[in-house]
């Protein structure tokens, strides 16, 4: 089956809203300052069904940053982070995770490497964190890894240069995506991008750089969510057609295209129980 795929993080970033008549979501932070596992699991019980029960099988939730900047526009602010100690940020995740897993709802932790201490919304622009990420923002990754719970990972848009000496954003970069997570963490699920249209990367980089980039970095599902100006020049036939090109001429070798495409054959039939 295809993927059918879904923002469902609960609070500000609910697609399933109550006024379409499904039930009241609260946020991760909520749920991090109350830090009751059993009100974690019922809500993420509650979201898992409903979305079994809509039709979707991918979740792009839950968000393992850490609320480490009171101040960021897009995590902390929103309420998306249960909080600021990795510790807790694991053990409400990791509940999170199991509630879906066990409706064969694949998640997708996010947002890889870490996006709790910046300042800008990679949204509209750029987000260095360079000077304020922590190496404590990949606890929550390495633990539900190590757990073998988790199916789906989400880059992130951010600059570190810590982490990437060219300052490529995480979603661009192999080596925050293929040395850090594939080979230091030992994440073998599925990389999906963040939005490829957010202006952190739409604004330096051309479409055709940052498809060829991305997917040599190690991104094995990339997704263009549609919802800006100009939308039309990024349809599912553009992109295909420039990644084939690309393909054909080189610059993306088969073998990586291949690799994507079995990871992926190889999730739906393993855990969507779905023959290859």
């Known amino acids: 089956p295809l993927f059918m795929a879904i923002d469902q993080e609960g609070g500000r970033v609910n697609r399933l809203k109550t006024k379409y008549g499904f039930p009241k979501s609260v946020t991760a932070e909520y749920l991090g300052i109350l830090d009751n596992v059993d009100s974690t699991k019922y809500y993420a019980k509650t979201t898992a069904g409903i979305l079994k029960r809509t039709g979707f099988n991918v979740n792009f939730a839950p968000v393992l940053d850490l609320a480490s900047n009171p101040e960021n526009p897009v995590i902390a602010k929103n309420g998306r982070s249960y909080g600021a100690d990795p510790k807790l940020v694991y053990k409400h995740a990791k509940i999170t995770v199991e509630e879906h897993n066990a409706e064969k709802i694949i998640t997708v ?20 964190v360079t000077n ?4 404590s923002e990949l606890i929550p990754y390495k633990r539900l890894i190590n757990d073998g719970v988790l199916r789906g990972v989400m ?23 293929q040395e850090i997570l594939r080979n230091d963490l030992g994440f073998q699920g599925i990389i999906f991008s963040d939005d490829m249209q957010m202006h952190a990367i739409t604004k330096h980089y051309g479409l055709e750089s940052a498809i060829e980039l991305g997917i040599n970095a190690g991104l094995d599902v990339i997704i263009f969510s549609n919802n800006i100006q100009n939308s039309k020049n990024r349809t599912v036939s553009v992109v295909h057609k420039i990644i084939t090109e690309m393909v054909l001429d080189g610059r993306i070798p088969m073998a990586r295209i291949n690799e994507s495409y079995n990871r992926i054959m190889r999730t739906k039939a393993d855990y969507l129980n779905v023959e290859d």
């Open 132 to 135: 304020t990420w922590d190496k």
């Open 109 to 128: 932790g996010k947002h890889f490497p870490g996006h709790g201490s910046s300042l800008a919304d990679t949204h509209f622009g750029i987000a260095d």
């Open 155 to 177: 880059s992130a848009h951010i600059v570190n240069a810590r982490l990437e000496p060219d300052s490529l954003p995480g979603t661009l970069s192999r080596k925050i995506l």
